[in-house]
């Protein structure tokens, strides 16, 4: 008998287990394939179980500095916390920027939102946002008016570039763009500057030692 005529029968008769060693043949081949040319696994280094995102209802959160002095606190109806980067997303927030000079009263604010980075060192007040200082000394009591600010909280400053107003006192002074240093009760407003100051008499150690000043990147200047 013909040999190829013996190789049809051979391989008719054993049919289905001919098309199971193929197919086994082509799934092998399409792994080894599939192996060579797909990129390489990221190495997870996280180490411990993972961390989801969470809500929380009527929070409250204190930060610090590195030497464990108060850094800035904050109370909020909602909190949330982003998959990923731990950063925080807080609706209409009431925050207190803590004083760095014995003596000097905090800072107390609002806005519409708030945003945190994960280690406490970056704020972002987005919306209307004001701010109170109560009066101390012989230091009028102070109130800014501004919106969309980026503040440092563990550094004591603060900037925007949205028109401000500061009031303190019988005196105001206005202009677009802001950097405030609060350890110094330093102000700046760069651009369009309008104020209005109403002096007073002062005792000769305030006038020695300064209680703080604003002024315009223009160089207008007022001790308040």
């Known amino acids: 008998m013909n040999p190829f005529a013996r190789l049809r029968e051979y391989v008719r008769d054993r049919k289905v287990a001919s098309g199971i060693v193929l197919l086994a043949l082509v799934v092998g081949t399409l792994q080894t394939i599939m192996w060579w040319v ?5 190495t997870n280094d996280f180490v411990g179980p993972p961390r989801s995102g969470y809500t929380l209802i009527n929070f409250h959160m204190w930060s610090y500095d590195q030497l464990g002095h108060p ?31 014995p003596g000097v009263p905090d800072w107390h604010g609002h806005s519409l939102y708030g945003w945190v980075n994960h280690a406490g060192t970056l704020l972002k007040l987005q919306g209307p946002v004001q701010m109170q200082r109560p009066a101390y000394d012989n230091v009028a009591a102070t109130t800014l008016d501004t919106s969309d600010v980026t503040a440092w909280p563990k550094e004591n400053r603060m ?28 102000l700046e407003l760069l651009h369009d500057v309008h104020g209005t100051f109403v002096p007073h008499p002062r005792p000769a150690a305030s006038r020695r030692t300064g209680a703080g000043s604003a002024r315009s990147a223009a160089g207008t200047r007022a001790e308040g």
Not at 71 to 100: C, H, N, W
Not at 159 to 186: F, I, Y
């Open 159 to 186: 900037e925007t570039a949205a028109p401000a107003q500061m009031t303190q006192g019988d005196s105001r002074m206005s202009g677009v763009g802001m950097r405030a240093e609060l350890t110094d009760n330093h």
């Open 38 to 42: 797909a990129p390489t696994p990221k």
């Open 71 to 101: 850094s800035f606190s904050m109370v909020s109806p909602r909190l949330d916390r982003r998959e990923g980067d731990d950063s925080l997303y807080i609706i209409t927030p009431q925050f207190t920027l803590a004083a760095k000079k």
